[in-house]
C-alpha cells in the first residue's frame, strides 16, 4: 500500500512510526520520501516460538503498554503535532486512533485481524485492556478489511477491499536459475517469518525423498543434510519471489505468506496454531480453497514431512481467482480522505 501511496501522491511525505530498523524499511520501501519515528506503538502477542505464543507475557506488556494510556495519547500527540500529519494510517496499533481524533485528523485501519478480537478471545468482553482498546478502535474513521480478514466488532465502518500482496519482481526461471535450482528438483521453502523457527529435527530432513528443503540462511546451521539449502529471505529475492519459484511452502499459517502463496499458486504445507483465534478461520480457508496439507505438530519436529509435501502438491483443491489490488485502493482511500486527491 505504502509503494502505490508513493506513486499516486510523490510530493507527501511518509511519516513511519515503526520499531521496524530504518535500513530494513528504506530497502522494502524504495524510492519514497520516508521520515522514520523509531518507537514502540505496540505490542501484539509475544511469542515463544513462530506458533507458540506467550500469553503471561502478553498479559504483563499489555499491562505495562495500556496502563498509563492517556500519558502515552499525550505523548504521541505531542510528538506528532508540530508535524502537521493529514492523515493517520495504522497497521493496527490501537494508539493510532485517539491521537488522530485528537489531531483533528482522519484515521484508517489497514489490516486483517486486530488486537482488541485476539486479546477477547483470551480474556472476554469485559476485560478492561479489551475495553480499552474497544473504545480506541471506535475513535477510527474507517476499517479497510481484504480478503483473509478476521472480522472486528469494535470498528464502526468496515469496508472490504481486494488482497493486499506484495507482487514478485522476477519470473520463476530467473529465481530459480540464480539459486541454482534445477529444473527439475523439487523445493520446498521453508518459512516462519521473523519470530523463529519452531524447533525440528534437522537430520530428520534428509530422508525426505524427491525433495530439497530450502530454509531461510539464518536458520540453517551446519552440518546440514544434503537436500537441506540455505536461501537468504529479501536479499536478492523477497518472499514473493521465492514463492514462486518453490514448488511448496513449510509455514505457519498467516496473512502474509497465505496471501503471498495464493498469489504464486504455491501449495502449503502448515502447522496447527490451535491456541490462536486467527487459526481456525484460515485453516478453514485453506482446507476449502488451497491446494495444502495440515502437518502435525509430532511429524513437524521429528522431520516427517514427506507425506504432507506429498498431499499439498498433488491436492486437487485449486486458489480461487485472486484480485490483488488492495493496495491500490487502499491508496486511492488514504488519497480521498486526505482531501480528494487522486
Not at 504483563?60 to 508540530?82: K, M, N, T, Y
Not at 496473512?255 to 478453514?284: D, I
Request: aromatic residues 8%.
Amino acid at each position: 500500500m505504502l509503494l502505490e501511496l508513493g506513486r499516486l501522491l510523490p510530493d507527501f511525505e511518509i511519516l513511519l512510526r515503526t520499531e521496524l530498523p530504518a535500513d530494513l524499511l528504506h530497502c522494502a520501501l524504495p524510492n519514497l520520501n520516508l521520515k522514520i519515528l523509531p518507537g514502540p506503538v505496540d505490542v501484539g502477542v509475544v511469542q515463544r516460538s513462530a506458533i507458540d505464543e506467550d500469553w503471561g507475557a502478553t498479559r504483563s506488556a499489555v499491562e505495562s503498554f495500556f496502563g498509563p494510556w492517556q500519558e502515552r495519547i499525550d505523548a504521541e500527540v505531542a510528538r506528532l503535532a508540530p508535524l502537521k500529519p493529514e492523515i493517520v494510517v495504522s497497521n493496527i496499533s490501537p494508539l493510532a486512533f485517539p491521537v488522530a481524533r485528537r489531531l483533528g485528523i482522519a484515521s484508517l485501519a489497514l489490516a486483517s485481524l486486530d488486537w482488541g478480537v485476539i486479546y477477547r478471545s483470551r480474556w472476554g468482553d469485559v476485560d478492561p485492556w479489551v475495553a480499552r482498546i474497544a473504545q480506541a478502535h471506535r475513535d477510527c474513521d474507517l476499517r479497510l478489511s481484504p480478503p483473509l480478514s478476521l472480522p472486528s466488532v469494535d470498528f464502526l465502518d468496515n469496508r472490504s477491499i481486494p488482497l493486499l500482496v506484495r507482487s514478485p519482481h522476477h519470473n520463476r526461471k530467473t529465481v530459480r536459475d540464480a539459486l541454482g535450482w534445477g529444473e527439475g528438483e523439487k523445493v520446498a521453502l521453508v518459512l516462519f517469518g521473523g519470530t523463529g523457527q519452531p524447533p525440528f529435527e534437522l537430520a530428520g530432513l534428509a530422508h525426505i525423498e524427491g525433495w530439497s528443503l530450502a530454509l531461510p540462511t539464518q536458520l540453517a546451521p551446519d552440518p546440514l543434510p544434503p537436500n537441506v539449502l540455505r536461501v537468504s529471505i529479501d536479499q536478492p529475492f523477497a518472499t514473493p519471489d521465492l514463492l514462486l519459484a518453490a514448488d511448496a511452502v513449510v509455514t505457519k499459517p498467516g496473512y502474509g505468506v497465505l496471501s503471498e502463496a495464493w498469489q504464486a499458486g504455491c501449495p502449503v504445507v502448515y502447522l496447527p496454531r490451535r491456541g490462536f483465534p486467527e487459526y481456525p478461520m484460515l485453516h478453514g480457508w485453506l482446507q476449502n480453497h488451497a491446494p495444502s496439507a495440515l502437518l502435525d505438530l509430532e511429524s513437524f519436529a521429528a522431520g516427517r514431512w514427506g507425506t504432507a509435501l506429498a498431499l499439498a502438491t498433488s491436492c486437487s483443491t485449486r486458489y480461487p481467482p485472486l484480485d490483488p489490488s488492495g493496495g491500490r485502493v487502499a491508496a486511492a482511500t488514504v488519497a480521498r480522505l486526505m482531501g480528494g486527491f487522486g
